[in-house]
């Protein structure tokens, strides 16, 4: 097997396609010398600015005791309490690809260069990730202020303090100032979130294949995808939505007519529906791709003109406002995709029995997928409520606004799996429907994409259990989202 090459960590190139591939394959990375020599360069800064001046977290407490001041001779020990008391994130483990995810994101982000913490954490990052050994992290204590629970349990994993899950490295040392600069930050919340936004991008190319099934067992009419149409109102998102659909299903303006006038709308106004999801999706992507690589500390050290500066960039509205909107553009996607299993099951549209039934007369064929599409657009649409409508208020008050960003990332990591088993229905529905209609398929590549479910896909003519072909089709999807 060919060796895997390292991936670079610089502080300003990182990508969520990088991120996503490194979370879940667990790929080495190595640090690029400059950074390392910008985070020395911090370090001196903020060790030495701490010396003249009061630092928020460094010379004194955090939240409302921001202006209880540390005894210096006690500096040590101060950063270890404030590792200790905030480490206490409870709930469920995290899955193994978010803490690799949030490792990878910590590091680049001190790879930046403002926080001030030493070295020799950066170098602890890159060894845990190289090794792949894992800290034990904790679901819940994070309202999208800074994930300070889960960055407290990692912090104090690689000073020796808490177990890893797997792997180890030997314990290093937490240097004076270093507790709040390490913990300062939206890590965790963002592997969450960019594991959730590759997933769905995903999930929403595969939906051009398996709409494009649905069109050809259907019949649908050509024109709702034509380029005219879609340059006289030139939303990015339903552009690009009508141009793959022409594309998978070879139309050009000569392309045959439908059986229809006008098509339901699953297929007439899939551009429109789907089109919003794409641009909800590259809007996510251009604010993770800002904060993965961003000095967002709190205090930042200035390296450029030895400052320290006390801000708020801890705050995450526009990553919370991001998840939820493309939430709720994905929820009406998963809403045509339901409507166009409903319509597979319709006679008067495909041509083909109730249900796609083969069996006696009353058998009910593909019948309960609605039900179980139905059931999944519902949790979607629970999970597409807007988090940021609300607030918190704490730290005696000194704290008075939340975004939630990461309940924000939960919410949307259960869409996307809600929106696989929808899409998943709707595959094995086009694709009975078209075994069942034996239409010719266009020279093109949605024939590619029959071919592969088909492949996948049992064909039993007889009513039964069809909870095995969910499962197969959604590992489908991916192989569909290439077409």
């Known amino acids: ?25 667990a ?69 193994d690809d978010v803490v690799r995810g949030a490792l990878l994101i910590r590091l680049n982000q001190l790879a930046a260069g403002g926080s001030g913490v030493h070295p020799r954490l950066l170098r602890a990052l890159q060894a845990a990730l190289t090794v792949d050994a894992l800290p034990r992290v904790h679901a819940r204590g994070a309202i999208g202020t800074g994930d300070l ?23 290093v040392p937490i240097s004076p100032g270093d507790a709040l600069a390490f913990i300062s930050s939206n890590a965790t919340t963002l592997a969450q979130s960019v594991l959730a936004w590759h997933d769905l991008r995903q999930l929403l190319r595969a939906s051009h294949a398996i709409t494009a099934l649905s069109y050809c067992a259907l019949g649908g009419s050509p024109e709702a995808f034509a380029e005219a149409v879609h340059l006289a109102r030139p939303h990015p998102g ?36 789907h089109g919003p999801a794409l641009d909800a999706a590259d809007t996510l992507e251009r604010v993770l791709t800002i904060d993965v690589n961003a000095a967002a500390e709190n205090p930042l050290i200035d390296i450029e003109r030895g400052q320290v500066h006390h801000h708020g960039q801890f705050s995450t509205a526009h990553l919370a406002l991001a998840l939820d909107g493309l939430r709720a553009a994905l929820h009406h996607a998963a809403e045509l995709s339901a409507a166009r299993l409903s319509d597979l099951v319709e006679p008067d549209l495909t041509r083909l029995t109730p ?19 139905h059931d999944a657009l519902a949790q979607l649409r629970h999970a597409a409520a807007p988090v940021t409508l609300g607030t918190a208020v704490i730290s005696r008050g000194l704290e008075d606004h939340a975004s939630f960003s990461t309940h924000a990332a939960r919410s949307t990591t259960a869409a996307v799996d809600a929106y696989r088993t929808v899409l998943a229905c709707e595959l094995i529905g086009a694709v009975r429907a078209l075994r069942q209609s034996r239409a010719p398929l266009p020279p093109a590549p949605v024939s590619r994409a029959f071919a592969a479910a ?7 003519a007889a009513d039964h259990p069809l909870g095995g072909e969910i499962t197969t089709a959604e590992h489908l999807l991916a192989e569909l989202a290439t077409y």
């Open 149 to 171: 629970t889960t960055l407290a349990e990692i912090a104090l994993t690689l000073s020796g303090e808490l177990p890893y899950t797997q792997g180890a490295l030997d314990p």
């Open 1 to 25: 097997m060919p060796e895997t090459v390292p991936l670079r960590i610089t502080g300003t190139h990182l990508d969520c396609h990088d991120i996503a591939h490194a979370a879940r394959h």
């Open 454 to 460: 088909a492949d996948r896909l049992p064909y039993v």
């Open 355 to 373: 249900f796609l039934a083969a069996g006696p007369a009353g058998s009910s064929g593909i019948m309960i997928l609605e039900y179980v599409a």
């Open 238 to 273: 339903s552009v690009a939505c009508a141009a793959a659909m022409r594309r998978l299903l070879g139309l050009d303006e000569d392309a045959p007519a439908g059986r229809r006038l006008q098509d339901p709308f699953g297929l007439r106004a899939y551009p429109q529906v």
């Open 27 to 95: 790929t080495p990375v190595e640090l690029d010398e400059k950074a390392l020599e910008r985070a020395a360069r911090a370090y001196a800064i903020a060790r030495d600015s701490g010396a003249k001046r009061a630092v928020y977290g460094r010379t004194t407490g955090v939240g409302a005791n921001r202006h209880a001041v540390v005894d210096r001779d006690a500096a040590d020990q101060h950063g270890l309490r404030l590792l200790r008391s905030h480490a206490g994130g409870s709930g469920e483990r995290l899955p």
